[in-house]
T-cell receptor
Framework: RKEVEQDPGPFNVPEGATVAFNCTYSNSASQSFFWYRQDCRKEPKLLMSVYSSGNEDGRFTAQLNRASQYISLLIRDSKLSDSATYLCVVNRPGTYKYIFGTGTRLKVLA | EAGVVQSPRYKIIEKKQPVAFWCNPISGHNTLYWYLQNLGQGPELLIRYENEEAVDDSQLPKDRFSAERLKGVDSTLKIQPAELGDSAVYLC????????????FGPGTRLTVL
């Protein structure tokens, strides 16, 4: 089983739609979780950290489900500019290493 | 504030040639990372520096790859000799320290080995 797994997509959604991605992780002892956004041929940029109680930043909501070992990202009222690849990042316990998922591609259609 | 700077942005070489990538992290960031990203994949860590010390180089193919961060600031990653399979984007990132600090990525160097 991969340490971090994501559905590669693409997820094609119309503008204004709500879309959610999940990311599963294999090590139950992982403590740090992040979502990064990567535009085509650009570098990854931090979108948001994921906290145990869940957190929201505008139209974006991140959740952690420790029992099922996954994190999620919910995007409400999708914009064309949300089109990108969303990378899930999880720490490897006992190290300072962060493992990136393969990313989920989102295409928001006009 | 300037971000992470990398050069060159693009490099095309023939196999068996050497190549070097340079990275200047954000000022004050003690931790520097080199990642490799293949198409359709997430970044994979090659090496992590804390100041000038390589504290995690377990994923660096040491037969052909080398890296240095002599003064604890900028860093160079070298491949000698390059192979066809080395074609990828090489990303440099920095953070204030290891742990949960946000990693800031540079624009990357896109390497094509012919």
């Amino acid at each position: 089983r991969k340490e971090v797994e994501q559905d590669p997509g693409p997820f094609n959604v119309p503008e204004g739609a709500t879309v959610a991605f999940n990311c599963t992780y294999s090590n139950s002892a992982s403590q740090s979780f992040f979502w990064y956004r990567q535009d085509c041929r650009k570098e990854p940029k931090l979108l948001m950290s994921v906290y145990s109680s869940g957190n929201e930043d505008g139209r974006f909501t991140a959740q952690l489900n420790r029992a099922s070992q996954y994190i999620s990202l919910l995007i409400r009222d999708s914009k064309l500019s949300d089109s990108a690849t969303y990378l899930c990042v999880v720490n490897r316990p006992g190290t300072y290493k962060y493992i990136f998922g393969t990313g989920t591609r989102l295409k928001v259609l006009a | 504030e300037a971000g992470v700077v990398q050069s060159p942005r693009y490099k095309i070489i023939e196999k068996k040639q050497p190549v070097a990538f340079w990275c200047n992290p954000i000022s004050g960031h003690n931790t520097l990372y080199w990642y490799l990203q293949n198409l359709g994949q997430g970044p994979e860590l090659l090496i992590r520096y804390e100041n000038e010390e390589a504290v995690d180089d377990s994923q660096l193919p040491k037969d052909r790859f080398s890296a240095e961060r002599l003064k604890g600031v900028d860093s160079t990653l070298k491949i000698q000799p390059a192979e066809l399979g080395d074609s990828a984007v090489y990303l440099c990132a920095s953070s204030l320290s290891s742990g949960t600090d946000t990693q800031y990525f540079g624009p990357g160097t896109r390497l094509t080995v012919l």
